[in-house]
C-alpha cells in the first residue's frame, strides 16, 4: 500500500469534487426559483458520492466505500481499505448559506485510521493528516493542541443539547456551558471538528453523528493531539450512529468526568 | 449632504482599516509567543477605531463617532451626523479563529439610519445598504427576503440563552428552538445580522447587544425587509445596551409573541 500515492489521489478527486459542486451550484442557483432547494441538494449530495465511488473503483476496485448517501456497497467491517465518505456534511448550510459545508473522507486499512481529510467546498480549504506523519492545514503543518484551561475553552455545541433531551442530563451541559468562555454552533460537524484540530475551538461534542461525520477528522485528531471518543469514552463505533467528543487533550477528560452524563 | 460621497468615503476607510487589521495581525501572529492575545486584540481595536475617527474628523470634523472601545467623544444624542463603529465585532473569533471578525458601522443623520456596513474582514466580503436605496452583498444587490416558516427557519441563537438566565423565560426559548429547522452560533452578532439580511439565516437574537453591535446592521435590514427591534418588539436603543432581534419579516412577529417573555 503506496499512502504517498493514495494520499495524492484522494487530494485530487477531492478537489475535482470540489469544483464540481461548486460548478453545479453556481449553474443551479440560477435556476433556483424552478426547483426545489431540497431535490438540488440531494442530487448534488449523490452525484458526488457516485464520482468518489467511481474514480476509487477506477484506482483499486478492492477499496470500499461507505458513504452517507448509501450508493457504495454495504461495508459491514472495516477489513481491507475502507473509504468512509461524506459528500456534503453540513447540507442545510449547503441550501441556505451557501457556505460552511464540508467534504470529508477518512481511509482506513484493516481498520486502522491513515489519511483523513476535511475540505470546505467553497473556502477551498483542505485540512489533512496522514496517520504518523502529521496534519496539515492547505499548505501549514497544524501544530500539537497547546493546553488550555476550561474556563477558556470556546467549545461547539448545539442548543439542543442544554435543552431536555432523551439522550444526555441537560442539566450538567448547562454547567458545561456556563463554565467555558463562549460556545459556537456552525451546522456541519466536521467544519467543527476541523476548528478543533486547529485550534479555532477547543471541544465539540455531538449526541449523534454518523461514521462518514467523524471519520476523516478522527484521523486528523491524532496528529495534532487531540482526543476524539464517543461520550463514553470510548473509540467511536465507525460502523453505525454514535455519540462523539473532540476535544484539546487538556479538557477532554475532565469534560467527560464532570460535565457528560448519558441516560 | 453628499450621501454618495459619504458612501464611498465610508467604503474606503471600511477597507483600509480592514488592510490595516489583516496587515498588524499576519505580522503580530508571528510573533504571537511573545505577546500576550488579549492586549494584541485590544490594541488592534483600538488602533483601528483611532484610525476611523482620524479619518472621518479629516471628513467633517462636525461628524460625531460613538465606538466600542470609547476613543471618540462621548455622544449622548443622535442630533447631527453620528457614527456608530464597532472596530472589530467578534473579539473572541479574532483571537483564536483568526476569521468570523466584522468591522460594522452605522451612520445616521439627525437620528435617521442613512448608511450600514458589516465588513468580514478575513474574507473581504461586505454587506452594505444606504436607505431608500437598497442593500448590497459585494457587487451583488440583496433581494428582499422571502417568507419562510417558523419549522423551516433556521435561527441564530447562543446556547445560554436556553438555560435557565435573568433576562428571558428560557422555557418559552427551549420550545422555540424545537419548534425551527436548526440553530446556529457564530459569535459575531454582525456576522448573525449579516446572514439574516442576506437570508442565511431567518433570525437572530441576543438579550444583551450595543449599540455598534447592531447599528449598521439595523440600517441594512431596511432595504431587505428584515425586521429589528428590541425583545418588546420598539426601536432598539442606539444609546445604550438593549435586547435584540432581527429577523424575516414573516417569523419576526410570530417569534416576539409566542416565545420571548422577558423578565
Known amino acids: 500500500m503506496d499512502l504517498q500515492q493514495l494520499d495524492l489521489f484522494a487530494k485530487d478527486i477531492i478537489r475535482q469534487a470540489g469544483q464540481r459542486i461548486r460548478d453545479a451550484f453556481s449553474y ?6 424552478k426547483s426545489d432547494a431540497n431535490d438540488l441538494v440531494t442530487n448534488i449530495d449523490r452525484e458526488t458520492e457516485v464520482f468518489f465511488i467511481e474514480k476509487i473503483k477506477e484506482y483499486d476496485s478492492s477499496h470500499k466505500i461507505l458513504g452517507e448517501e448509501g450508493m457504495g456497497e454495504k461495508v459491514e467491517s472495516l477489513d481491507g ?9 453540513g447540507t442545510m448550510n449547503f441550501v441556505k448559506q451557501h457556505r460552511h459545508f464540508m467534504i ?17 467546498v467553497m473556502r477551498e480549504d483542505l485540512f489533512c493528516a ?23 475553552a470556546v467549545i461547539g455545541i448545539n442548543a439542543t443539547w442544554v435543552t431536555p433531551n432523551k439522550k444526555v442530563n441537560h442539566e450538567k451541559l448547562i454547567e458545561l456551558v456556563r463554565t467555558v468562555r463562549g460556545t459556537r454552533s456552525y451546522g456541519a460537524a466536521a467544519m467543527e471538528i ?29 496528529e495534532v493531539g487531540a482526543l476524539a471518543s464517543n461520550l463514553k469514552g470510548q473509540p467511536f463505533n465507525l460502523l453505525m450512529q454514535d455519540t462523539f467528543m ?18
Chains 1, 2 share one sequence.
Not at 144 to 152: A, D, I, Q, R, S
Request: avoid cysteine; charged fraction near 20%.
Open 28 to 33: 443551479d442557483l440560477k435556476v433556483e426559483t
Open 81 to 89: 481499505v475502507v473509504w468512509i465518505i461524506d459528500p456534503i456534511d
Open 104 to 120: 470529508t473522507i477518512g481511509i482506513f486499512v484493516e481498520g486502522v485510521g491513515k489519511l483523513g481529510y476535511i475540505y470546505d
Open 130 to 152: 496522514m496517520t504518523g506523519h502529521g496534519a496539515w492545514y492547505n499548505d501549514t503543518p497544524l501544530r500539537k493542541l497547546k493546553p488550555v484551561k476550561l474556563e477558556e
Open 194 to 222: 476541523a476548528f478543533v484540530v486547529s485550534g479555532k475551538l477547543d471541544a465539540y461534542l455531538s449526541m449523534r453523528l454518523s461514521p462518514w461525520d467523524v471519520a476523516g477528522g478522527i484521523i486528523i485528531a491524532q
Open 246 to 263: 473532540i476535544a484539546n487533550p487538556s479538557i477532554h477528560g475532565q469534560i467527560l468526568a464532570q460535565y457528560v452524563e448519558l441516560k
